[in-house]
């Protein structure tokens, strides 16, 4: 009897259309799956994002095994576990003797490294396979930016479109006239608004014993686990996939960007923990979307939101982060020297949107996407935090958070510390947009009405103190350029005040202690 194919499978590969496993015979193949401290500790994430990972391979571990295959799982706990995945992988050559070893490739680019080192080290065939789950491969992202001096996320998602045949009319132009909607999707938040419940999922015995695991190993890791409730197994994927179509679809458009306090969820999908984890296929997922526009169930403007969000953004950001690697994870264009406030750590801050925030991050490892880039993501702009410091803090905190989607959008959309590679311009905003698109500023201790001085909402004196410092570099932007006419007038007096303002408030800030991120 011949060697069998060894076939290592990593934490985010959780699919059973994975590359490496198609087409291969059952009785021919030893799948390993490996929970190394490398992945868990390689900053300390959230303990619900390790609960999830761990839980739902081990899930799909036995899901395989029921299906047939033979499955070699290594513990974290295992006596002998190497603690990285080179370890393990040569471990598992030992113990099975494979005649060839088959992976697909890495999403993040400290992992692929490691997995590119391998022919050199193992005496038997390693085959590196390209990761398709994804609809761009690396080769047509780069023939895509080749020659391009800006590589605007709209003209990628309309190529996108135009390959998936998504929202498109039979003579090649957009259902409905236009490609994006986002104009339609601002709407702020109504009196009492609340969507319906999302599905929770109580933990299992499985889960239960990864939740002991995490409270023991882990246990000063930020995040509480007084409350798992994100499905671990593709099943429970799918029927929170099923209830979001079913009943927020039809709102998820117009109050994506909406922030009410306490409503952690509201109309938004919570399907990318499941997405990044390969439980859902994301184009399925799609045209789950644009079946329910064709059949009279959600608005265009909401199902061609929920599916740019996917087949554009997503795709995109996973295409620039490899385009711009290695350089992208040092940039620092603007500067940013600031350490982290330890406050991003504690939610103890007088600032209600962002001590919601901190509350939603905490209790649940997640947060929506203008929470992270229009609070959060804002104030580490606008007082200039050190990019290293703020890429930590997400990749720890959300438990959809890997290197790959992370950190373009930390570096580039949150902090434009890549220097407007990815967006426009720096997604910088005082107190009025939060007061628009939420109601954090009712019974804030700060008026968002006041503009400087002791009560006034710090970001508005940290606005002007942002655009003032970098004046130089983004006068020049066609985007946000006017608005040094609007600060030129306010006079010498009021330009003062506004960044005494903000100075005062940023001497107020206490630096994070080293050891909340990464293990000292």
């Known amino acids: 009897m011949q060697s069998p194919i060894l076939v290592p499978i990593l934490g985010d590969q959780l699919s059973r259309n994975l590359a490496s496993l198609r087409g291969r015979a059952k009785d021919d193949t030893v799948i390993l799956m490996m929970e190394v401290w490398d992945e868990a500790t390689y900053v300390k994430h959230h303990k619900q994002k390790i609960v999830l990972i761990f839980s739902a391979m081990r899930h799909f571990a036995a899901e395989l095994r029921d299906a047939g295959w033979t499955v070699d799982y290594v513990k974290l706990t295992d006596r002998d576990n190497s603690g990285s995945f080179t370890g393990e992988v040569a471990r598992a050559i030992e113990r099975h003797d494979p005649r060839a070893v088959h992976v697909v490739e890495a999403s993040e680019w400290r992992v692929q490294q490691a997995i590119e080192e391998w022919p050199g080290k193992f005496a038997c065939e390693v085959e590196i396979l390209p990761d398709d789950r994804f609809l761009c491969s690396h080769a047509e992202f780069e023939e895509w930016a080749e020659g391009r001096k800006h590589l605007t996320m709209e003209y990628f998602y309309r190529e996108m479109r135009k390959k998936t045949g998504l929202l498109m009319r039979g003579d090649g132009k957009p259902v409905g006239g236009e490609w994006n909607y986002d104009s339609e999707n601002r709407e702020p938040p109504k009196e009492e608004l609340k969507a319906p419940p999302r599905p929770k999922f109580a933990p299992d015995e499985i889960t239960c014993e990864v939740i002991d695991l995490v409270e023991e190993k882990f246990a000063d890791h930020f995040g509480s686990l007084d409350r798992f409730e994100w499905p671990v197994t593709r099943n429970e994927a799918e029927q929170a996939a099923d209830a979001f179509f079913a009943e927020r679809l039809e709102n998820f458009g117009p109050y994506q960007d909406a922030m009410v306090h306490g409503q952690d969820d509201l109309y938004h999908s919570m399907l990318s923990t499941s997405i990044n984890l390969g439980l859902l296929d994301p184009l399925d997922l799609c045209r789950h ?3 329910a526009y064709e059949e009279d169930r959600a608005p265009l403007n909401s199902v061609e939101g929920f599916i740019r969000q996917i087949i554009g953004w997503r795709e ?7 385009h711009f690697m290695p350089q992208l994870e040092r940039a620092n264009e603007l500067g940013a020297d600031r350490p982290l406030p330890e406050f991003y750590w504690t939610g103890e801050t ?4 962002m001590a919601d925030c901190i509350r939603s991050t905490r209790d649940n490892a997640h947060a929506h996407h203008i929470q992270r880039l229009m609070v ?12 290293r410091a703020v890429q930590d803090w997400y990749l720890a ?5 890997y290197d790959w989607v992370e950190m373009p959008n930390v570096v580039g959309m949150i902090l434009y510390a890549d220097g407007g590679k990815l967006a426009t311009k720096p997604y910088a905003a005082s107190g009025n947009y939060i007061n628009k698109m939420s109601d954090y500023c009712k019974g804030c201790r700060y008026k968002v009405s006041q503009k400087t001085g002791d009560g006034a ?18 006068e020049s932007n066609h985007r946000i350029g006017r608005i040094y006419a609007t600060w030129d007038r306010m006079g010498e007096t009021k330009q003062r005040e506004y960044l005494t303002s903000a100075e005062n408030f940023l001497d107020t800030l206490v630096p994070a202690r080293e050891d909340w991120a990464r293990y000292q």
């Open 289 to 291: 979307a644009q079946q």
């Open 316 to 322: 995109y950001v996973r295409g620039f982060y490899w």
């Open 376 to 387: 959060l993501g804002n104030f580490a702009l606008l007082a200039g935090i050190e990019p």
């Open 350 to 353: 007088d600032m209600r949107c």
């Open 457 to 474: 909402c710090p970001f508005n004196p940290l606005y002007w103190h942002f655009m003032n410092r970098h004046r130089d570099r983004l």
């Open 397 to 401: 905190v959300y438990a959809d958070a």
